[in-house]
Nanobody, 125 residues
Framework: QVQLVQSGGGLVQTGGSLRLSCATSINTFSRHAVGWFRQAPGKEREFVAAIAWSGGLTDYADSVKGRFTISGDSPNNSVHLQMHNLQPEDTALYYC??????????????????WGQGTQVTVSS
């Protein structure tokens, strides 16, 4: 069973930055794509970004492209989501997830087997 532990998040003003981290205790990311998703109140969970651990390919939702960066941290078996120029519409509960897809990037929520506990990001206007 893969366990994902999230950290980071919090409250920030419009235009500010935050970093989210997702860690696992074993070197399991090597066979997975790791994604970030978010869910705002009253809305469906949506794809934010993903990274294929093997090869380092990345994918971003249009709404965050150019502002968010997903990266892998091999020594610490972690994936980070660096978020810049945050806007009120970025306010949501953010989740990391892992999909056993090898080097393929995937967006559908159904493709991800393992999920972190969620962390709140709130952007004040």
């Amino acid at each position: 069973q893969v366990q994902l532990v999230q950290s980071g998040g919090g409250l920030v003003q419009t235009g500010g930055s935050l970093r989210l981290s997702c860690a696992t205790s074993i070197n399991t990311f090597s066979r997975h794509a790791v994604g970030w998703f978010r869910q705002a109140p009253g809305k469906e969970r949506e794809f934010v970004a993903a990274i294929a651990w093997s090869g380092g390919l990345t994918d971003y939702a249009d709404s965050v492209k150019g502002r968010f960066t997903i990266s892998g941290d091999s020594p610490n078996n972690s994936v980070h989501l660096q978020m810049h120029n945050l806007q009120p519409e970025d306010t949501a509960l953010y989740y990391c997830a892992a999909a056993k897809t090898g080097s393929r990037l995937v967006r559908p929520i159904s493709a991800y087997q393992y999920w972190g506990q969620g962390t709140q990001v709130t952007v004040s206007s």
